[in-house]
């Protein structure tokens, strides 16, 4: 196998490193990336088998430790992100669950951010404690409450931004540097804003982790997920446990993410350019809809730190829907061209109403701490012309709005 590398693809733009990145080419000099379906490789001799697991010769031994189209994945993300190291894993829960668990250990403390995807807050309020491994959560727009809730032993914060589904937002650097005065490594959930939007390793985070499910496939076939970090936090926590403990990508979905990868510059950009127009749409109308949240728009309630760590709000707009959860029902079942789904960052635009799915698990009280309130829908904007969506919404709000 060679590597096709021009002369420093870390100096190339993005789009190059999305369609070039990390390919890597078998002896045959296939144009697209190969699909390396194989869970093991064979050694020419017994020496050549000890010398791989000695680590004495580079290889590939096991898909679960390494395999060439996971590697491929793993660099095209490595670069994209300007990161040391990056490792790929089976979903975006597992990229959470192994960069955390491979790092904390018990009498440590973490804190993290409470407006957070569901299944994060179980690993951090639920996983954490049982492995004596204690847990604060706090309202992460303000810097101080991360400063009153750090303690000495504190080894790690958390948190995601935009956050789900508020979309609201944590300031990374002034995080970081109240994290990194403890000592404590900053963990970023980047998954709402994409690599094409924020980078959030130059603004100090030290591990940043992706759902590659969402915009990285982009068209909604598989489940995988991305950490980036610095080669000795791989090298002294990731690697081992991914190799020991198993929650490796498929090489076939790594395939598919490469894939994707390459259209992800342009998808981005294309689905935010309608969720601006959408935003300002529904902002605009005068019956229907309380409440438009959108990290690109001036009113929105931190623009400033949208402006300073972000090139873009994305392509998720939230909005309430006057007339509370009766009402937005009758208006996501009055829907004809965006789907129901609860997935985001896909082609096909999709629509969520996360009081009853997304964060159904939260109490009343912890909804209403985050600001989620039984009107509130989260539209994940596709490829659509965005005048046929623009029509889809109107259409269902006048059904909705009696
Ligand atoms: C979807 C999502 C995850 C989990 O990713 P999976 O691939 O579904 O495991 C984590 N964080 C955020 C912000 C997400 O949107």
């Given at each position: 196998m060679t590597t096709d590398r021009k002369p420093d693809p870390a100096l190339w733009s993005p789009e190059t490193q999305l369609v070039h990145g990390g390919t890597l080419r078998s002896q045959f000099g296939e144009t697209s990336e190969a699909l390396f379906?194989?869970?093991?490789?064979?050694y020419a001799s017994a020496e050549q088998a000890e010398a791989r697991f000695k680590n004495e010769e580079p290889g590939y031994q096991?898909?679960?430790?390494?395999?060439?189209?996971?590697?491929?994945?793993?660099?095209?993300?490595r670069l994209l992100e300007g990161a040391e190291e990056a490792r790929a894993t089976a979903t975006g829960m597992a990229a959470v669950t192994a960069s955390l668990m491979s790092y904390l250990r018990t009498g440590d403390h973490i804190v993290a951010a409470r407006a957070m995807f569901g299944s994060c807050r179980y690993v951090v309020e639920d996983l954490c404690p049982r492995f004596g491994i204690q847990s604060?959560?706090?309202?992460?727009?303000?810097?101080?409450?991360?400063?009153q809730a750090m303690r000495p032993n504190t080894k790690a914060v958390f948190f995601e931004t935009p956050a789900n589904p508020t979309l609201e937002l944590v300031d990374i650097a002034g995080v970081a540097k109240i994290a990194h005065a403890r000592g404590a490594l900053v963990f970023v959930d980047n998954v709402f804003a994409t690599p094409m939007l924020q980078k959030p390793l130059q603004h100090g985070a030290d591990v940043v982790i992706y759902s590659a499910t969402k915009h990285i496939d982009g068209q909604g076939r598989c489940l995988g997920g991305v950490i980036l970090a610095s080669k000795k936090f791989v090298d002294e926590h990731l690697q081992t446990?991914?190799?020991?403990t198993g929650p490796s990508l498929s090489p076939f979905n790594a395939w598919v993410m490469l894939k994707g990868l390459e259209t992800l510059s342009i998808r981005v950009r294309a689905q935010m350019q309608s969720a601006i127009v959408i935003a300002d749409h529904l902002a605009g109308r005068n019956k229907g809809v309380a409440r438009v949240l959108y990290p690109g728009r001036a009113d929105h309630p931190q623009a400033a730190i949208a402006a300073k760590q972000m090139t873009g709000g994305g392509q998720v707009v939230t909005f309430d829907i006057e007339g509370?959860?009766?009402?937005?029902?009758?208006?996501?079942?009055?829907?004809?061209?965006?789907?129901?789904?609860?997935?985001?960052?896909?082609?096909?635009?999709?629509?969520?109403?996360?009081?009853?799915?997304?964060?159904?698990?939260?109490?009343?009280?912890?909804?209403?701490e985050l600001g989620i309130s039984d009107g509130m829908v989260r539209l994940s904007v596709g490829l659509e012309a965005v005048e046929d969506i623009i029509a889809d919404l109107d259409h269902a709000l006048a059904q909705a709005v009696m």
């Open positions: 379906l194989t869970q093991g490789f064979v096991y898909s679960r430790f390494g395999n060439p189209t996971v590697a491929m994945f793993e660099e095209r993300m604060t959560l706090v309202d992460g727009r303000d810097l101080a409450n991360w400063q446990f991914i190799r020991q509370g959860k009766a009402a937005a029902f009758r208006f996501l079942n009055a829907l004809r061209i965006v789907r129901i789904s609860n997935n985001l960052g896909d082609t096909k635009s999709l629509i969520t109403h996360p009081t009853t799915t997304t964060h159904q698990r939260l109490k009343p009280q912890a909804r209403a």
